[in-house]
């Protein structure tokens, strides 16, 4: 039997929750799907779990950074499995309060895979659901590495489930799970290994303030290989063996574990999509302006899945989702916007961006000033004995806009708002510098960087 409703969402995460949220309190008839616990990655096993096992590292580390600054904590050391349950504390009750919010919202929830019978013709198992409109927010997956042997690749979903962590963890790739996990493995007492098959990782962020956070992480005891790319692993009775390739050298790395951190992609491939005509790319599903198909226009795709030139983090998707479901239900009127969408890499310290660098400001031939300076010997950095921090702030000659600015320090992922805010509301610079800040704080240094 056929179940007819007006949206059919893919998808429990930030996007689909807020599509399907937004059209059941006008009165629509939803249904939701989702083969994995209901909650989305965000939630589950994605920002907020991640950010407890980094709060957990980041005290660890300032409390060993104060050592014979006033602070004794010789024997001041991670639980692992204790961090885990108070991780799971977080994570545990998501998918069942996700359920139980559908059901008092009137969504029809199903779980399992979704298949594209139709245009707007969804197969869950032996369901078939039938939509006016079908909106794709599935998410994204592991990338396929390519390499032989990647079967034995532990994704980072699977690290934050470790009961234990193993003695040797090697991450293969130069991204944010690399970098924030690696942080928090080595603090935790494994010792750590990062692969990277280009010169520079985390490619996003500003290059100067990268190398600083390599240098960090290296001063933190992790073994960061840059131009590094792993071609093989191997798996023996004792340990796992990864092959790479390195200056045109072979080059082989010993590890207990072997964690994929070589980027996500879309979790769309299995959707059936093609043969039912719904266009789409490596970045996702192909939409115009609004978030609509560009080839079905009953069907619309939001966050990780779409192909909409957002980044791939919570906000935006929950952003899109709601932009979304606006033209669902009042037609197509409202289109993204992505300025100042501000972005955090959650190692210790944070490293944090928004708006153009100056790469990108350069290739729109803007002229514009750069303020810069490594501020380990700023009070916000000496007080905590925090010996690797900077800032980069761009603002355009003329009208004194905030192009972009970057961040690395203890509370960037907090400062970094604050310029979001700036570049968003269209603040100038010099509105900035009059502004009154609390002091001592990271966000009073906003005008010593103006």
């Known amino acids: 039997m056929t179940i007819k409703f007006d949206v059919i969402a893919i998808g429990t995460g930030s996007a689909a929750s807020a599509v399907a949220s937004r059209c059941r309190k006008a009165g629509w008839q939803v249904a939701i799907v989702d083969s994995r616990p209901f909650g989305g990655t965000c939630a589950l096993r994605g920002c907020d779990p991640k950010k407890v096992l980094v709060g957990a590292a980041e005290a660890v580390d300032w409390t060993r950074r104060m050592k014979g600054k006033g602070i004794q904590a010789a024997k001041l050391q991670i639980d692992w499995p204790e961090l885990m349950r108070f991780k799971r504390s977080f994570t545990e009750p998501v998918p069942r309060r996700r359920e139980d919010g559908f059901a008092e919202a009137g969504i029809a929830a199903f779980h399992g895979r979704a298949r594209f019978a139709g245009p707007t013709t969804v197969q869950v198992g032996e ?20 390499i032989p042997g990647a079967e034995h690749l532990t994704t980072s979903d699977q690290f934050m489930e470790l009961n234990e962590l193993p003695r040797r963890i090697l991450f293969i790739g130069g991204g944010y799970i690399a970098f924030e996990f690696a942080h928090v493995a080595a603090l935790a007492g494994s010792q750590v290994t990062v692969l ?7 490619a996003l962020f500003d290059p100067d303030l990268v190398d600083q956070l ?5 001063d933190l005891g992790i073994d960061v290989h840059l131009g590094t790319e792993a071609i093989g692993i191997e798996k023996s009775s004792s340990q796992l063996i990864v092959q790479a390739l390195a200056a045109g050298e072979t080059a082989t790395f010993q590890s207990d574990m072997v964690v994929h951190s070589a980027g996500r992609v879309p979790e769309i491939n299995d959707l059936n999509l093609d043969a039912v005509g719904i266009e789409w790319a490596k970045r996702g599903v192909r939409v115009n302006e609004f978030l609509q198909s560009v080839s079905i226009p009953a069907v619309y795709a939001a966050g990780d899945a779409a192909d909409s030139g957002g980044s791939p983090l919570a906000p935006v998707a929950s952003y899109e989702g709601l932009i979304v479901a606006a033209n669902l239900l009042q037609g197509n009127h409202q289109r993204p916007n992505y300025l100042g969408v501000p972005s955090v890499v959650f190692t210790i310290p944070s490293l944090a961006a928004v708006g153009l660098s100056e790469r990108e400001a350069g290739e729109q031939n803007l002229k514009f000033r750069v303020r810069k300076e490594m501020t380990s010997i700023w009070y916000s950095s000496r007080r905590v004995a925090e010996t690797y921090s900077g800032y980069k702030v761009l603002v355009e000659e003329g009208t004194d806009r905030i192009l972009g600015a970057h961040i690395l320090g203890s509370e960037a992922g907090e400062v970094i708002n604050l310029f979001a805010l700036a570049i968003r509301s269209g603040m100038r610079a010099t509105d900035l510098r009059h502004v009154l800040f609390a002091y001592p704080t990271s966000g009073s240094n906003m005008t010593r960087m103006l």
């Open 127 to 146: 369901e078939t659901l039938e939509g006016r409109h079908v909106v794709i927010a599935a998410g994204e997956v592991p990338a396929d590495v390519g």
């Open 196 to 202: 990277h098959r280009g010169p520079r990782p985390l």
């Open 214 to 218: 390599v240098a960090r992480t290296r």
